[in-house]
């Protein structure tokens, strides 16, 4: 079938809005109409840096309606309202104990290029484009694998719930997931973008008593208290450290590190206690650590977190029974824009103009 979608040529090009081919879904995938997709610095990433082979269709936080099941679809049927999240292959050790996120496979199946059977859903004048994240939702279809798609309930706004997918559920599930503070302790998070402002909705909801917000933007810092942080310190201030152990009276017992900066990651092991222990969610360069005096001394942990850790069909039901009872009110961190607007997104994004861009697709 004919679809619109925006393509990226190549390494750091502008997006352009093209009509290309998308096959109808094998087994076990579903044809998704998508109402609305968010944007992702995951995307940008991708775009600019060639993870996944070029031209490519890239988005990764779809959600939309079922439009036609393949065989073997066991769960999902026409009309059913979805989101849209990672591939992973459901059979290796780590799916099959509760951490697709650590899919032995996650790479191949979402940065490859091509869906689990090796083969192209997507085609542009006769040549094969990459599919991304198994689902390619910069358009106005996609076709997944059941797999990595959740039914969702259709009394929440369809075209909010998108960066459940993805970025939403990487902050909330870090905490929620793999950190799981106890009730009363000190948490900071560095970076205050839809990830880190996640993380704090998911530290309130635990009951932390310190909640502390570290960016460099003022106006992310008051939406970061809005949303739950106990306190807000501007990293330009200089002697971040020294603040956070004032606060907690010798340091957070957890930290979360979205911002990807190297010297970010010093900091949030420095300003843990002993024992404490710090995830890593945000693509980070080269960090030369002195293991002994930021980590074995103290006990201290760090750890990468993939996605929250979450298992999707599971996890993102849990976070909108949140939000409905306004305890997690992640639609303060999205700003709407129109398909045809997706250069302007990325710009506001990469500039901190919008934390949580959404292209509306189709209504």
């Known amino acids: 079938m004919k679809i619109k979608a925006a393509v990226t040529h190549s390494q750091e090009k502008d997006f352009t809005i093209e009509e290309v081919e998308l096959s109808e879904p094998k087994a076990n995938e579903v044809l998704v109409k998508i109402v609305a997709t968010g944007v992702c610095h995951t995307d940008a990433v991708a775009r600019d840096g060639g993870m996944t082979p070029y031209p490519v269709v890239l988005g990764h936080e779809g959600a939309g309606i079922v439009e036609k099941t393949g065989d073997g679809v066991k769960i999902l049927q026409p009309g059913d309202h979805v989101v849209l999240s990672f591939a992973h292959c459901g059979h290796c ?18 940065f490859g290029g091509r869906m689990e059977d090796q083969t192209h859903r997507l085609q542009k004048e006769g040549n094969d484009l990459s599919t991304f994240f ?17 039914k969702v309930d259709k009394d929440v706004d369809l075209a909010l719930l998108g960066p459940l997918g993805c970025g939403i559920q990487t902050g909330s599930g870090t905490v929620l997931n ?14 205050a973008g839809s990830v880190g402002l996640s993380a704090i909705m998911a530290a309130k909801i635990t009951g932390c008593k310190h909640i502390i917000a570290v960016d460099l933007h003022d106006s992310r810092l008051d939406i970061a208290r809005e949303l739950g942080a106990t306190h807000v310190i501007n990293g330009r201030d200089g002697k971040v450290v020294e603040q956070i152990k004032e606060i907690t009276n010798g340091g957070a017992h957890y930290g979360v590190e979205t911002t990807g900066v190297p010297s970010v990651v010093h900091q949030g092991l420095q300003a843990l206690r002993p024992l404490g222990a710090l995830a890593v969610v945000g693509a980070t360069p080269e960090v030369n650590i002195h ?9 201290k942990t760090m750890v990468g977190v993939v996605e929250g ?21 992640f639609d303060k961190l999205v700003e709407f824009y129109e398909f045809h607007d997706i250069n302007q997104a990325f710009e506001d994004s990469k500039s901190g103009k919008a934390i949580k861009p959404i292209l509306k697709i189709s209504s």
Do not use: W
């Open 178 to 191: 793999r950190l799981r503070p106890e009730f009363g302790t000190a948490i900071v998070i560095c970076g």
């Open 134 to 150: 198994g689902q390619s939702s910069f358009g106005t279809y996609a076709v997944a694998n059941e797999r990595n798609i959740v």
């Open 291 to 299: 293991v002994h005096e930021e980590i074995m001394a103290e006990g």
């Open 309 to 329: 850790d979450s298992v999707p069909q599971v996890f993102i039901p849990k976070l909108l029974e949140y939000y409905k009872e306004g305890l997690f009110p």
């Open 93 to 110: 050790e780590n799916c099959l104990t509760g951490h697709p996120t650590v899919c032995t496979d996650f790479n191949t199946l979402n």
